[in-house]
């Protein structure tokens, strides 16, 4: 495990991090729906079921497990192949949202689950003090026709680390507890097929409702391959709104059978 407190979140950090070089940028005026893309992992509300009596009367199917479709906020796409011991394959894919202000009305959910995570240690006055940013990514874990059934201990990780940043996980995405005391300083993982969706919050990188320092550049985003796990058909894709918020600046990829993920060569913590 590493060295870690819960009365701070890491040994020998400040509690929380201090204000980064802050750029402006042209104003953006995007429409998001965040609870939703939290809590579904995805920002589209579902299609009622129909009402009618003779459609009613039928059997209603099993959701289909599909990707998240593309949104008007997203800038970076992060796709892999994960293969476990047994061959079976999960199609992964994560998508990065451009980053919301700690006071975007949409952004309340994500502060929520911040703090959830962090416990005593971290308040919404703190993220108010402090003008954190808060970068969503959304992920889909999806097996192939015909693939073999996952391996329960097979797992799949996730860039940016609990090392750097403060960040919170739902659905599919979990915290691994033998990495910290503190679920929102824990590294993440998924072991299975689904959706799932991670909050990264970044300490001074707000300057106003469109305007950020675009602190996630400075960090990687993608997966790596843990317990029994290898990756393959490793791609990148930054959207047209991407470089607006600082994506692909002095990035470099990283593509082997143990990583798939992009962002700056080095990082430096948060906290």
């Known amino acids: 495990m590493r060295d870690r407190r819960s009365d701070g979140v890491h040994l020998g950090r400040p509690r929380f991090g201090t204000v980064r070089a802050r750029t402006r940028l042209l104003p953006l005026v995007v429409g998001l729906v965040v609870a939703a893309g939290l809590a579904g992992c995805t920002a589209t509300a579902p299609d009622p079921i129909p009402t009618d009596a003779g459609i009613g009367a039928q059997p209603v199917p099993?959701?289909?497990?599909t990707r998240n479709p593309p949104e008007a906020d997203s800038i970076l796409w992060v796709r892999a192949l994960a293969t476990a011991s047994n061959g079976a394959e999960l199609e992964l894919e994560a998508m990065v949202h451009r980053?919301?202000?700690?006071?975007?009305?949409?952004?309340?959910?994500?502060?929520?689950?911040?703090?959830?995570?962090?416990?005593?240690?971290?308040?919404?006055?703190?993220?108010?003090a402090q003008a954190w940013?808060?970068?969503r990514l959304n992920v889909t874990a999806i097996p192939p026709a015909g693939s073999a059934e996952w391996p329960v201990d097979?797992?799949?990780g996730f860039r940016p680390s609990g090392d750097v940043v403060y960040a919170a996980s739902r659905g599919?995405?979990?915290p691994d507890p033998a990495t910290g005391d503190l679920a929102c300083v824990q590294d993440k993982f998924l072991a299975g097929s689904g959706k799932g969706a991670i909050a990264v919050g970044i300490p001074g990188d707000t300057i106003d409702l469109d305007h950020f320092g675009n602190a996630w550049a400075a960090h990687t985003w993608?997966?790596?391959a843990l317990d029994g796990v290898v990756l393959s058909e490793?791609?990148?894709e930054i959207t047209d709104l991407g470089p607006d918020y600082g994506a692909g600046s002095g990035w470099a990829e990283v593509d082997d059978p143990t990583a798939c993920y992009i962002g700056p060569a080095a990082e430096s913590p948060v906290f």
């Open 222 to 224: 993608g997966f790596t």
């Open 133 to 135: 940013s808060i970068t």
């Open 62 to 65: 099993e959701p289909t497990l």
């Open 154 to 156: 097979a797992r799949v």
């Open 99 to 128: 980053s919301l202000s700690y006071e975007y009305p949409g952004s309340q959910t994500m502060n929520q689950i911040l703090i959830d995570d962090c416990g005593a240690t971290l308040t919404n006055a703190i993220i108010y």
């Open 234 to 236: 490793c791609s990148f």
């Open 172 to 174: 599919i995405v979990q």
